[in-house]
């Protein structure tokens, strides 16, 4: 049975993604510093799939510790998933956004390299395209300067893992995620946004729980059909999967080169109010929304060129637009 180190384990993605990982019959290693998850989602992930995951709270950016956790566990792959990922808070705080995502990041790829160890994934986004010129936007599309410290660490953090993997011969795969959306069909695991949300989907299910009065639409004047801006929301599920294709890749060495990247989306742009029908629709009830202005950072669409993803990894997107609003609203009314 293979050994797979999943850091940010018991976040929103990560958690989908041990799930699959343990369904699969991977043994799974978690390292969460609970900054941004809570521990609950530990005894979840073992109510779905049977399986406790082994889990390690420890702080990536302490390289003692990560040192000391190498020496103790030996893994056969790692997902790296836990960083800072707030893109406004990104900018106020950018020295703490490179720390985190940048320095745990290096201190990771240290131990591989120090160890001979081998097989790496690596959270990436959409953001390192900004707006790409032409769409749906494939993987050649060139990566723009990036618009935050957020978007930054992520171009900087697939740099970082090419040179290494150049250098030390080691073999990583990069997935650029589109929106992620959605929960688990238990119903047992999803999104926990600290604060107020950011992300449209945890507002909108947030506005139609009572929580939030109403939801803004942040500019109906877009140059897309219906005026509001375009992305590719991917069901968490199927997102995770992908993890899974790409690890299995990896670990059968189908790769074609040391440093690979994918898009991970559905191929499908949805405009914001697309989603607000469409979450109607799943939810049965009508949403309270206001046009204002468009947000400062905003890009006008982004949506997939899926082609490589499905042949490569063998994989492709399952669930709809509204399964996903469907369990992020299930998962919204279990909150509250
Ligand atoms: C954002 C980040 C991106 C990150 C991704 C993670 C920015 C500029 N980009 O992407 O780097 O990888 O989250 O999921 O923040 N919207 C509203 N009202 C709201 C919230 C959002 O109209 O209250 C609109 C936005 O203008 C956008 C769409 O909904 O058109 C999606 O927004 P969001 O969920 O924040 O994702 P992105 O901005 O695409």
Redesign the pocket.
Known sequence: MKKILVTGGLGFIGSHTVVELQNAGYEVVIIDDLSNSKIDVLEKITEITGVQPDFHQIDLRIKEDVHRFFNSVAIDGIIHFAAF?A?GESMQKPLDYYENNIGSLVYLLQEMKNRALDHFIFSS?C?VYGQADSLPINENAPIKKAS?T??NTKQIGEEIIAESCNAYGMNAIALRYF??IGAHESIKIGELPLGVP????P?ITQTAAGIRKE?????NDYPTPDGT?I?DYIHVVDLAKAHLSALTRLLHKKNNSNFEFFNVGTGTGSS?LDVIKAFETASGSSLNYVIKPR?E??ITAAYADTTLANKELNWKTEKSLEEGLSAAWKWQQKQS
């Open positions: 990922k893109v986004s953001t935050s957020y978007g929106n992620p950011q992300n449209l989907i507002f939801l803004s639409v942040f500019g801006a992305r914001v947000r950072g905003d």
